[in-house]
Every structure is written in structure tokens, then in C-alpha cells.
């Protein structure tokens, strides 16, 4: 059994964290590759150390003094340090960073150094040895990562290193600068290692105990899914729940490898597993509930509509042009509507009214804002009677009008609009019909 543990900054804010982290990796020897990221908050108004780091170089950019925010960043692991106990000095690695920083060697380098530095921390705690992620983790020229090359490199070198500590985030290009994933990248490190190793399981772990039925901040007690396969973690992911960085599913899903979100303050919870396929039936009908709020739907009406071919396709090119992409588009027999991101779409919106009115001559186009897209997403769904009746009475009993219904072929998941008003009722609605009402 071979693992790869990923820890999330707030596992490893602080020496008390850190601590906790130890005892997970040593409570069991297949904990073999560790991958951190940096310290991240202590507490809700705290910084993480990577903001502080992009804080620091810009100063720096700027020709600012920036040695005082540099201070407080040193400072931060050396209460690390003391409060391990540990026999280690980053003196000589701050020199380099500042020399770094006053040559203007890039806002991604600047940023990478939060999770190098604690990962020679943490190596040096575990007594691992601590690979820069520099010389394994590749970009192309162009900055793009480069999956294969990294596959090759990683395999090589972690072939016989049997314990090791790579830091999250970040990688190099061609020409050895530093370049990094977008912001929360260490779930991507930590997958892509898991793969060259051929882990049996990339454990991630955070500071929840899993990925939820649906977002805490509008159902507090709302519980952990024990299983989700990737394509119900895509649908939920895509619709607005955060669970992990959505590149970090590739290089798993390649190698076969199951991902489990544990919880470092509550490391006896099972958490999630996310996994390719199971047979496992879902406890509830629903695997998730996820939503976003910010929709536009374009609505344009014409009389004998069914009888023209290509209308859609006329409709949907003026969308094209204009460099807005479509999430839903609902129809009837002389209606058709574009479902749109609105941030994406008001400054535009009159060039595509005037676009349509061009393209496809309509007797009235009518914009309706403020809208929320909610999916019940679940492989639980599938050939289950009576799931969207169950929806549909949830939503009618707390007075939420539905304004648009789409449910994917694959029964995979049911999509519905409602005003952005009624996104939170609509959602308590759904949870405690599938999940409260069903215990
Ligand atoms: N430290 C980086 C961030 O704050 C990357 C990570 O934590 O995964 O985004």
C-alpha cells in the first residue's frame, strides 16, 4: 500500500497544525509522499503566507521597501520552527528570496516560495527527504504543464526514494524559472505525484470532514457524502461547490487512483472518497446539491419559429461572436432562450440584442435577469421514478417558482432556474426533502 498525503494550508498554519499533521503521517507507514502547501490562516482574519508573498514582491516591483513585509513573513515560520523545536535556520534561504524579489524574478516565483520553505519545514520534522518541486514538476515554454515530461522525471526520481516531501503549487519551465499552478495548485501536485508513483489512494486533507451534500454556509448541518464518482464531483464542481482544484482530477483519474478528503482536526471521520465507478448506492436518491446565482436568460420569441431550420444555430453564433459561451438553452415551439453568465454578458448585451435582431429577425427578444441555476446532481437518480416529482412538490410547498428545468441525458443530474432571491430557500427545500426528510 503506497499513499500520498496533500495538506492544505490550514493544516499547516501553525506548529500546533503541523504537530497534528505528523501524527496523521506517522500513524500509518503507506503515507509515503507528502505534499504541502503553504501556512495558511490561523484564524478568519489572518493572512495566508502566499498573499503575503505576492504583498511583498509587488512592493518590491515597485521599487517599494518591502523588507518589513518580508519580516513578518519570516517571522511566521520561525514561530514554526520554535514551536517544533526544530534544529533549522531559513537565514540563508530568506537571503536568496529577498536577492530574488529585488532582481524581479516574477510574481510566481515570489509566490512559490510559501510552500518551498515548509516543505523543508515539514521534511525536516517527519525526517523525510525534501524534493524541490522545480526539478520534477514541468511547464512547457509556453507555460503550460507538461504532463507527460513531469510523468517521466517524477517516476525517475521517486523510484527509489521511499519517504519524501514535495511542496505543492508550483513547478519550472524550459529555461529553469519558476512558474506555478493557479491559486489553491497543491491539490494538482498532489495528484500528479500520486500518479507517477502509482499510489493506491491520494489522500487530501483539509479542514472539513469531506466534500458536503451542499454548501454549509446555507444548510449548517448539512452532512458528508461517502462516495462520489469524478463525474458527480465534475457536475457539483462545475456548478459551484468547492472541493479541490479542478485540474487535480486528470492525473488521478489516469492512473485509476481514488482520492479521499479527510479532515486533519477530525482525522478518525472517514471523509469522501471520490472515485471512478462504484456500485455502491448512493444512501440518498441525491449524491449533491450545488448552485450559483448570476444568470441572465435572453429570451427571443417568433411566430412559426418550429418551421425554420438553423434558428438555434443562428442564435447561438451571435452568442459565438460576441465571446460569450451558453450554459442552457430552453426551448418551445416559437421560444427559444439563452441561458448567460450576466457579468459576462451586460456589457455586450447590446450588441448581441442587435446581432439577433440581424441574424434571425425575431418578434421580441426580452432579458431577464438575477437568476440562479440549481443541480441536484446523483448516479442514484438514474431509472428512479418520481425524482423530479419530489423536487418539483419540495420547491412548489416553500413558494419557489421555477423559471427553467433541465434535466441531462445521462439522469446524472436535473438542473432548474429560480430567482437569485429564492436560491437559498430553494436549496433548504431540496436538502430536506432528499436528505432530512428521508433519515
Ligand atoms: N498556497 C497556494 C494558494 O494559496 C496554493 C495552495 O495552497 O494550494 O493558493
Redo the contacts with the bound molecule.
Keep these: 500500500m503506497k499513499k500520498v498525503v496533500k495538506f ?2 490550514s493544516s499547516l498554519a501553525s506548529a500546533s497544525q503541523i504537530k497534528k499533521v505528523a501524527d496523521i503521517i506517522h500513524a500509518d507507514p503507506s503515507r509515503q509522499y507528502v505534499v504541502p ?2 501556512p495558511g490562516k490561523r484564524f478568519s482574519d489572518d493572512v ?1 503566507v ?1 498573499d503575503m508573498l505576492y504583498q511583498a514582491y509587488d512592493a518590491a516591483a515597485k521599487g517599494e521597501e518591502f523588507e518589513p513585509k518580508m519580516k513578518r513573513i519570516r517571522d511566521r515560520y520561525q514561530e514554526i520552527i520554535d514551536g517544533l523545536g526544530l534544529d533549522l535556520s531559513l537565514e540563508q534561504e530568506f537571503a536568496v528570496i529577498e536577492d530574488y524579489f529585488r532582481r524581479q524574478a516574477g510574481r510566481d516565483y515570489a509566490a512559490s516560495r ?2 518551498y520553505l515548509n516543505g523543508i519545514v515539514i521534511a525536516k520534522h517527519l525526517g523525510y527527504r525534501f524534493i524541490d518541486a522545480a526539478e520534477v514538476i514541468c511547464f512547457d515554454e509556453k507555460g503550460f504543464f507538461d504532463s507527460e515530461k513531469t510523468h517521466e522525471l517524477l517516476r525517475e526520481r521517486l523510484k527509489n526514494v521511499e519517504c519524501a516531501v514535495i511542496p ?2 508550483y513547478g519550472a519551465m524550459p529555461d529553469g524559472s519558476v512558474k506555478t499552478f493557479s ?5 494538482v501536485t498532489g495528484a500528479i505525484v500520486a500518479r507517477a508513483v502509482r499510489a493506491d489512494i491520494y489522500e487530501n486533507w483539509t479542514d472539513v470532514s469531506g466534500v458536503m451534500i451542499t454548501d454549509p454556509r446555507i444548510v449548517p448541518d448539512a452532512k458528508p457524502i461517502d462516495t462520489l464518482t469524478y463525474q458527480e464531483l465534475r457536475e457539483l464542481s462545475y456548478m459551484g461547490a468547492s472541493v479541490m482544484h479542478e485540474d487535480a482530477i486528470f492525473p488521478v483519474r489516469k492512473g485509476g487512483i481514488p482520492i479521499n478528503i479527510r479532515n486533519t482536526n477530525a482525522p478518525e471521520d472517514p471523509g469522501t472518497m471520490i472515485v471512478e465507478s462504484t456500485c455502491r448506492q448512493p444512501k440518498y436518491i441525491i449524491t449533491g446539491i450545488a448552485g450559483k446565482k448570476g444568470f441572465c436568460s435572453v429570451n427571443i420569441e417568433k411566430d412559426m419559429m418550429n418551421t425554420q431550420i438553423g434558428f438555434g444555430r443562428k442564435v447561438l453564433q451571435v452568442f459565438e461572436e460576441n465571446g460569450i459561451s451558453f450554459e442552457h438553452t430552453p426551448s418551445g415551439i416559437d421560444t427559444f432562450s439563452v441561458l448567460v453568465h450576466q457579468s459576462e454578458f451586460v456589457d455586450k448585451e447590446q450588441s448581441v440584442i442587435a446581432g439577433l435582431h440581424q441574424a434571425v429577425q425575431p418578434d421580441t427578444i426580452d432579458l431577464e435577469g438575477d437568476l440562479a441555476l440549481i443541480a441536484i446532481v446523483g448516479r442514484g437518480m438514474k431509472a428512479k421514478k418520481g425524482t423530479a416529482g419530489l423536487l418539483f412538490s419540495a420547491l412548489a410547498h416553500r413558494r419557489v417558482n421555477i423559471k427553467m428545468i433541465d434535466q441531462g441525458s445521462s439522469e446524472l443530474n436535473i438542473i432548474i432556474g429560480v430567482r437569485n432571491d429564492d436560491f437559498e430557500t430553494a436549496i433548504r427545500a431540496i436538502y430536506d426533502a432528499f436528505v432530512t426528510s428521508q433519515d
Excluded at 183 to 187: E, L, M, N, T
Design positions: 492544505g494550508g502547501s503553504a495566508k502566499t510559501g510552500e505543492g503549487f491559486r489553491g495548485g497543491s491539490d
